[in-house]
């Protein structure tokens, strides 16, 4: 079945630097890529998704990059705000399967004023 | 969209006692998701089910958790007795088939 590894688990940054969260999975038939952001004491919410047909997506500070071939993907985070501390999880899913989401086990980012 | 919506927000009960968490998916989802969230073990998919029907119960940790589906807008997941370990914030989320899953704010249940 598949996996998903998330690293790093913590992560601190200054306010204004860039952060970086990276995930591996193992099935190689996943095809969707959610990224959640989970805020203290609050409900995971999604912030940015991809497909396995794109290379990479942008919202505004927040992009996410795919390596089809390594299994890879990564969400980056640029000028970083207090406001974006929280805990990031990865997810690899299978389209046309069970709807099925495998999560990473988080990454806790602190960005510091 | 009034979202997936869970009741109690909060349970503190007694050791022994039964727990039963409530959920109400997005309308038109036909899927339903009950994860539970600890620190030690991070969030763990207990069950699913799709169009009311248990898919996969490989996540419910043993005999005294049950879940049910009795209808497209409304699902139950009872712990029948509660211990102490079971304290964690569960979560229930709900997607349409090959969408994205919306979680609800979550019950933090507290087992004295």
């Known amino acids: 079945g598949e996996n998903v590894e998330q690293h790093p688990s913590t992560l601190s940054v200054q306010e204004g630097d860039s952060a970086v969260i990276k995930c591996t999975y193992s099935d190689s038939a996943s095809n969707y890529f959610p990224w959640y952001k989970q805020e203290l004491g609050k409900r995971p919410q999604l912030i940015i998704d991809i497909r396995s047909n794109v290379g990479e997506k942008k919202d505004q500070r927040i992009a996410v990059t795919l390596n089809k071939t390594a299994k890879h993907f990564s969400l980056h985070i640029t000028e970083t705000q207090p406001e974006d501390s929280a805990v990031y999880f990865c997810a690899a899913f299978l389209f046309g399967g069970y709807n099925k989401l495998i999560f990473g086990a988080g990454t806790r980012l602190a960005v510091h004023p | 969209d009034a979202g997936v919506i869970q009741s109690p927000r909060h349970e503190v009960t007694e050791m022994g006692q039964e727990v039963t968490l409530r959920c109400k998916p997005i309308s038109g989802h036909d899927y339903l998701f009950w994860y539970r969230q600890t620190m030690m073990r991070g969030l763990e998919l207990l069950i699913y089910?799709?169009?009311?029907?248990?898919?996969?119960d490989s996540g419910m940790p043993e005999d005294r958790f049950s879940a049910k589906m009795p209808n497209a807008s409304f699902s139950t997941l009872k712990i029948q007795p509660s211990e102490p370990r079971d304290s964690a914030v569960y979560f229930c989320?709900?997607?349409?088939?090959?969408?994205?899953?919306?979680f609800g704010d979550g019950t933090r249940l507290s087992i004295l």
């Open positions: 989320a709900s997607s349409g088939q090959n969408q994205p899953q919306h």
């Open positions: 089910f799709n169009n009311n029907v248990p898919i996969d």
